[in-house]
Every structure is written in C-alpha cells, then in structure tokens.
C-alpha cells in the first residue's frame, strides 16, 4: 500500500506564493509519475500539474493552461516527495490541492491514470 500525504496548503494574498509537498510511501517512487489536482467549492477536481519519472536526465512536465508561466512541478526522488510551487497566486486558485501517484512512468492529466491518492491540502487565496 502506497500513502501520499499533502502538506503546505494554508491562507496567502493574491499575487503571493506556497510551495505544495506531497510525501509517497514506498521503494518505487521514483518509477513512477506524480500529479497535483485541485477542487474547488462546487466544481469537479481538474488536473493541475505533473511530472514523470526522470529519463535520462530529463523529467517532463506538464500543465493546465490557467497554472503556465505561475506554478511549477518538481521532485525530489531520494525524500520521496513532489512539489508544486505556485506564484503570483489568484483567488480563482482557492481549492483542495490533492496529489497522487500515476499507475505509470509519464504524466497524465486523466485522474484514471492515477492509483494512490492523498487526502489534500487548502488553498485559500484571499485578501
């Protein structure tokens, strides 16, 4: 069994910035890809950010078009953790952040492509 375990979430002002932790269990971290979700009141989770296991010395990223050029994704295979920086934050950012763990090497913004779930983190960008 893999946990994933979200921390960093908290109460920031527009145009400020947090930095997400997502901690996974296991010897097989670093096999696999990790993304970053996000849910806000009333809507559906939507893909947020990932990255793939390293190839060669390359890890690829991807985004959603509202978080390019503001968040950024990376991770750090030997704490078993992922990151997802976040800049210049908009109050449309407010939500649930959850990040889980792909079934797969590469990245995905497809939640079936994910198999190991966090519980999530708050994000709250208000004045």
């Known amino acids: 069994q893999v946990h994933v375990v979200e921390s960093g979430g908290g109460l920031v002002q527009p145009g400020g910035s947090l930095r997400l932790s997502c901690a996974a269990s296991g010897r097989t971290f670093s096999s696999y890809g990790m993304g970053w979700f996000r849910q806000a009141p009333g809507k559906e989770r939507e893909f947020v950010a990932a990255i793939s296991r390293r190839s060669g010395v390359t890890y690829y990223t991807d985004y959603t078009d509202s978080v390019k050029g503001r968040f950024t994704v990376s991770r750090d295979n030997a704490k078993n953790t992922v990151y997802l920086q976040m800049n210049s934050l908009k109050p449309e950012d407010t939500a649930v952040y959850y990040c889980?763990?792909?079934?797969?090497?590469?990245?995905?913004?497809?939640?079936?492509?994910?198999?190991?779930w966090g519980q999530g983190t708050q994000v709250t960008v208000s004045s």
């Open positions: 889980a763990r792909g079934s797969w090497s590469g990245t995905s913004y497809r939640e079936d492509d994910y198999d190991y």
